[in-house]
């Protein structure tokens, strides 16, 4: 295990690498206006996606993913399993809170695939072939990533990775309470499809 210190950099390297709103100043950049003012107010892809811009929402997803795997990789080889995983969970929780923008953020879906991917890619690869699976099948985002989400800890015990599966717990958990809005709409069927538009 780590020492205190390295602990330390691990949080504040990764919670700083989570806080980039990648989805708000790309939109930006592209002449789309400020995301947060646009469809649920989100800053990550799926919102992104409601710009009618692909392309741009194709970017975000890959960066809040790549926010959060480098950080975990990063620390992981500087300071071994422990500190990536703190680096990881900092950075998924620097996307939900970001500081510089009133601490609201996205709801972590591509930051958890991107920490998953860094700490263990066959554990990153599970939860993205279940996301694309449910995807295909329902056309519903947010049912998708809560599904992933919740097999994920299964995934990693499966895979002999017990010490990942406080992590995806823990991101897991998160990722339920950041789509409670959606998960009441999924209940009483009113869930938009992948691509339609939403408020919230």
């Given at each position: 295990m780590g ?6 950099i691990a949080?504040v ?7 980039i ?8 950049s592209?002449g789309?206006?400020?995301i947060?003012?646009?469809g649920?107010?989100?800053i990550?892809?799926?919102n992104v996606?409601?710009?009618g811009?692909k392309?741009?929402?194709a ?5 809040d993913?790549?926010?959060g795997a480098?950080p ?6 500087l300071y071994?399993?422990?500190a990536?995983?703190?680096g990881g969970l900092?950075?998924f929780?620097g ?6 923008l ?7 879906v ?6 998953l991917?860094?700490?263990f ?6 939860f ?5 699976i449910m ?8 049912l998708?990533a ?18 990942l599966?406080?992590?995806a717990?823990?991101m897991?958990?998160a990722?339920f309470?950041?789509h409670?809005?959606?998960i009441?709409?999924i ?7 992948i ?6």
């Open positions: 020492s205190g210190l390295e602990m330390i949080l390297f990764g919670y700083l690498c989570g806080t709103p990648f989805g708000l100043i790309l939109t930006k592209a789309l206006g400020d947060r003012t646009i649920s107010g989100n990550g892809a799926t996606l409601r710009t811009n392309k741009v929402a970017l975000t997803l890959i960066l993913a790549l926010k480098v975990a990789l990063v620390m992981g080889w071994g399993p422990e990536g995983a703190l900092a950075a929780f996307h939900l809170f970001p500081m510089w009133g601490f609201k953020g996205g709801k972590g591509a930051t958890n695939i991107g920490v991917f860094g700490l890619w066959p554990l990153g690869l599970i993205l072939a279940v996301w694309i995807a295909l099948l329902f056309r519903i985002s947010s998708s809560l599904t992933a989400s919740f097999l994920s800890p299964f995934a990693a015990y499966a895979l002999g990775r017990g010490d599966i406080l992590p717990v823990i897991g958990a990722i309470v950041t409670r809005a959606n009441s709409r209940l009483k069927g009113e869930e938009p499809r691509g339609k538009s939403t408020t919230a």
